[in-house]
């Protein structure tokens, strides 16, 4: 601009008479250069001005990745709620109810507060809304129940982690721990059609012949996947689950109750003190229920002694198929239990194998008699749930469930519970002969001998 200034200058001196400018003609290119430079101050003040940029996009930081956050990598470890005495255990999408996000979590009963949920998507895109606390009605008086945190809020089946806060507060420190979400994803196929959730292994249970014969037995049943939810057990157990769970038949969970509370050996607070019941038994059965509710067909909720055995049909397949076809609506199908005593013995000895003398156990082939019902005592159920019908479950019952419950008669289905008896002034004549297993004995004792072969147990003890 200056530099056309000048030019125009230039040619306006050189118009005047005899290359003379006249006094006028001076005065307004005096005037002129004036404004001139004013105007060339003026540009640069502009061009260095940070208003010149307001028309430019801003450099964007690109958001934190989720490695900010420090994400619980074993799904189901026990992670304390910060500022309560609370825990949480594993998060759930559930598309049943129009995509909330559900936290097994365990709460103290008698001290609850307003607790909040964070939820945050990949983008690291956090929300905090207020959660709603639903304690399990089933706690057996004990200070502690299993509970469902409930997280309701825009977008929340799109988010990939969550925590639960004691503060309604939008910044959380990235330390805090948070659950990576499951069960985004509905599938109508599955990975398993059986799934076993063994609720709790505590103590120093040893029982190796016991759970080898049950693990194949249900094998043969049909049943490919069994979950154990495990604090403890004797060291030649661990060594018989290492094998099963390298073979892939076996997931065993980590279950360190014992490090946040103190857990229970038992149902009734009045005979077996503790913070929480059965070292959380309704907590691992609900997990176990929302872990496979897109991977199993069916999960079977019963205990490592007991095993759920079809009476009419070959196997649980062929049993499931039947039931369902006839009561289409079911999804909570409730299974007796009858208990062998493992104080009465089969007469014959047939099954009293010397290469199982030295296993650790009880070899439940030698136990064949089976208590009769008591008269105006209910006897308790194990079940065979369909998961993607059932919200809570206790352990002898749902609690809430979609759709109906049928008890399966006894002679159609029931358990085979061999353990100490409950009605032990009973002599034998008094009990009723059930030799089910027997018709898997070959296939069964040939399972169990290659099982104990490859762990090393007939080595180690014969």
């Known amino acids: 601009m200056l530099h056309c200034f000048l030019h125009i200058s ?64 074993d799904l189901n470890s026990i992670t304390p709620i910060i500022g309560s005495e609370h825990f949480m255990v594993s998060a759930f999408i559930d598309h049943r109810l129009d995509g909330v996000i559900r936290i097994i979590s365990i709460i103290k009963r008698n001290s609850l507060q307003p ?8 983008e690291h895109d956090c929300r905090t809304v207020r959660a709603d606390v639903q304690i399990h009605t089933d706690h057996f008086s004990f200070p502690y129940g299993a509970s469902d945190v409930i997280c309701k809020g825009k977008h929340a089946q799109n988010a990939t982690h ?43 249970y040893n029982n190796v012949l016991q759970f080898a014969q049950t693990m194949e037995m249900y094998k043969l ?43 229970s050996p038992g149902w009734n607070i009045k005979k077996h003190k503790g913070d929480v019941h059965y070292y959380g038994q309704l907590v ?32 649980l397949s062929s049993l499931m198929k039947d039931l369902q076809s006839a009561h289409p609506s079911v999804g909570v199908f409730l299974i007796e239990n009858h208990i062998f005593p493992k104080t009465q013995f089969e007469d014959s000895g047939k099954f009293k194998r010397a290469e199982w003398n030295n296993i650790p156990g009880v070899n439940i082939m030698e136990h ?19 998961p993607r019908k059932v919200q809570q479950t206790s352990v002898h019952s749902s609690l809430k469930y979609y759709g109906d419950v049928y008890h399966v008669p006894f002679d159609v289905c029931r358990i085979v519970h061999v353990r100490v008896p409950l009605q ?12 089910r297993l027997w018709d898997f ?15 090393g147990f007939l080595n180690s003890f014969s």
């Open 10 to 73: 230039w040619l306006f001196f050189s118009t005047g008479p005899k290359g003379q400018m006249e006094k006028g003609r001076f005065k307004a290119l005096l005037s002129l250069s004036f404004i001139a430079t004013a105007i060339g101050i003026m540009v640069l003040v502009y061009t260095d001005s940070p208003k010149h940029y307001m028309h430019t996009p801003p450099t964007i930081r690109a958001p934190p990745t989720n490695d900010t956050f420090k994400i619980q990598e």
């Open 115 to 122: 607790l909040y949920c964070v939820y945050c998507n990949t």
């Open 162 to 204: 969550v925590l639960i806060t004691t503060e309604k507060n939008d910044s959380v420190d990235p330390k805090m721990v948070h659950l990576p979400i499951q069960n985004k994803v509905v599938r109508d196929t599955f990975k398993f059609d059986f799934t076993i959730c063994i609720s709790n292994l505590f103590g120093d």
């Open 221 to 263: 049943l049909g049943v490919q996947h069994v979950v154990i939810y495990k604090t403890k057990c004797g060291p030649d157990l661990e060594k018989l689950l290492k094998h099963y769970e390298t073979e892939g038949t076996l997931e065993i969970v980590s279950w360190p109750i014992d490090k946040f509370v103190n857990p």
């Open 284 to 315: 691992t059965l609900n997990e176990c229920i929302y872990r496979h509710m897109y991977q199993s067909r069916y999960v079977l909720l019963n205990d490592i002694d007991e095993i759920i055995m079809p009476y009419k049909n070959t196997n």
């Open 368 to 386: 064949i008699y089976r208590e009769p019902g008591r008269k105006n005592i209910y006897n308790p159920t194990k079940m065979i749930v369909n």
């Open 424 to 435: 032990g002034h009973l002599t034998k004549d008094k009990l009723f002969v059930d030799k």
């Open 441 to 455: 004995e070959q296939d069964l004792i040939r399972n169990v001998d290659q099982t104990l072969r490859i762990s």
